[in-house]
């Protein structure tokens, strides 16, 4: 099942690029470059499956990026890398607070629901927890 996320008025992407989108993100935090094979490496897939997601992302505007060059975030890109990331954490940070479940357990299931969830129903989350 392919769900599609409204970045803009005329930008839409799928579950899958958001994976990309965040990975670039959470790698971007930790070192000065990201590459294709990092993205590979971190999503435990291959390198030409990572450069077609790249080249899309790139189409949309989402990432720059160069032949064999790294992969930067464009704004539009890293507003919505951050905001994936940040739905992921909250929603793992609710499985596992919450409702006690096991911390790679939350984690599988946070990468399945951050993609169906409302901003709406995460900040319902972040206030039950906050209170």
Do not use: W
């Amino acid at each position: 099942m392919v769900i599609n996320m409204l970045v803009d008025n005329d930008i839409c992407i799928s579950s899958a690029l958001e994976d990309y989108l965040e990975s670039i993100y959470e790698i971007s935090k930790q070192k000065t470059s990201v590459r294709i094979t990092d993205i590979a490496l971190a999503l435990k897939i291959s390198k030409p499956s990572v450069n077609r997601a790249v080249n899309t992302l790139k189409k949309q505007g989402l990432v720059s990026h160069e032949p064999y060059g790294d992969i930067i975030l464009t704004e539009k890109g890293f507003e919505l890398g951050e905001a994936v990331y940040h739905r992921h954490t909250m929603i793992k940070k609710f499985l596992v607070n919450v409702h006690h479940i096991p911390e790679d357990d939350a984690e599988k299931e946070a990468c399945q629901i951050e993609h169906n969830i409302s901003q709406n129903t995460v900040e319902k989350m972040k206030s039950f927890m906050e209170n």
